[in-house]
C-alpha cells in the first residue's frame, strides 16, 4: 500500500499533466486471428449452405 502511495503521490504538483493511466496498456484484440477466422468461416459456410439448400430445393415443397 505505501509503495503506490508513493507512486501517486508524485501526481499530486503536477495538476493536470498527470497522464491518463501509469500502467502502460497494450493495444491488443480481444479475439485472436484464428478464432475470428473459424467463426467467420462458420458464418460463410453456413450462409451459403443455406442458400445451396434453398436454391436446389422445389418451391412447391417449401413451406413457410
Request: glycine share 6%; no cysteine; net charge positive.
Given at each position: 500500500?505505501?509503495?503506490?502511495?508513493?507512486?501517486?503521490?508524485?501526481?499530486?504538483?503536477?495538476?493536470?499533466?498527470?497522464?491518463?493511466?501509469?500502467n502502460k496498456?497494450?493495444?491488443?484484440?480481444?479475439?485472436?486471428?484464428?478464432l475470428?477466422?473459424?467463426?467467420?468461416?462458420v458464418?460463410?459456410?453456413s450462409?451459403?449452405?443455406q442458400?445451396?439448400?434453398?436454391?436446389?430445393?422445389?418451391?412447391?415443397?417449401?413451406?413457410?
Open positions: 500500500m505505501k509503495e503506490k502511495n508513493e507512486l501517486y503521490s508524485t501526481n499530486v504538483e503536477k495538476r493536470g499533466n498527470v497522464p491518463n493511466s501509469l496498456k497494450e493495444d491488443k484484440f480481444p479475439v485472436g486471428p484464428v475470428l477466422g473459424f467463426f467467420l468461416f458464418v460463410v459456410g450462409a451459403l449452405f442458400i445451396l439448400n434453398t436454391a436446389t430445393s422445389s418451391s412447391s415443397s417449401s413451406v413457410y
